[in-house]
């Protein structure tokens, strides 16, 4: 492996943290000492005004392979894999989802497994175009966990999500954003930079504005037309009071570039 080397690398730029999932060996695939540093990570960031939007990543040739297989007791029969999921993948996919940030997800190389899930979670994913997806899953046995099966057909639809999910076919990032699975796909050399770029954006954006955003849309996969009527209404009562609203409207009033609070230079 990779010796002493961490397995999470975490690097704060202007106004955004990169977190770069570091097993490359394993296509950074996760054993449980890596869930537990990475829900660390996220709950850091998620409490550092300093850390407005994150960039998740994967060293190496690839962005995660999901499992790490070589986690010694996996297929013991008196493992329960329920109680592994719920400690590790579930809580994890919780704290991207749960995170009051904008999560930018770059993914190159292979998405397997809950590796595609943890890259589908994410707010925001670019994929390069000869990126591999696969919900890899029924290969060895499994249905896809870790949130595909209520993410991908809300994603691409019931009819793709039942072919890639039985299958387990393997797609590019060019495919998947053609479907939806993702936000964007880009040439493999321009993908860290076009991920960074996004993220400095988001950084200068209204930071609660982002947090309601992701809150609400989350909200809206329960809720009626009703229900999401009175929360919008209720979030924007809320906003309507800000600062952030305050000068958005002058900036635009005064046409020039608003300047939210906290953003940085
Ligand atoms: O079990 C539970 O706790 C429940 C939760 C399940 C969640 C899941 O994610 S289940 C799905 C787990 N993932 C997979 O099944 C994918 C396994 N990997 C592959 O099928 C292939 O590696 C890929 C198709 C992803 C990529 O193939 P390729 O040819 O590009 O690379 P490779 O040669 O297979 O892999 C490179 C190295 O990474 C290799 O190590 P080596 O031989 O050079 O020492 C390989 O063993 C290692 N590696 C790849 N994936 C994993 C892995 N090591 C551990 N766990 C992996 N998932």
New binding site residues.
Partial sequence: MSGTAPVLLVEQRDGYRVLTLNRP???N??DAGLQAVLRQALAEAGSDPACRAVLLAGAG??FC???????PG?TDPDVD?GA??DR??NALVAALRGLPKPVVCAVQ??A????A?VALACDITLAAEDA?F?Q??I??G?IP??GATWMLPRLVGPARARALAMLGD?ISGAEAASMGMVYRAVPAASLMAEAESLCARLARLPADALAATKRVLDAAEGNTLEEQLALEAAVQRDLGRSADYAEGVAAFQQKRPARFEGAPE
């Fill in positions: 060996q394993r296509l695939a996760f040739r690839g392979a999901g499992q790490d297989l070589a986690e996996l894999l592994v999921l590790g993948w190389g292979v397997a497994g809950a590796g899930s591999k696969s890899a899953f290969r060895i499994l966990d870790s393997t």
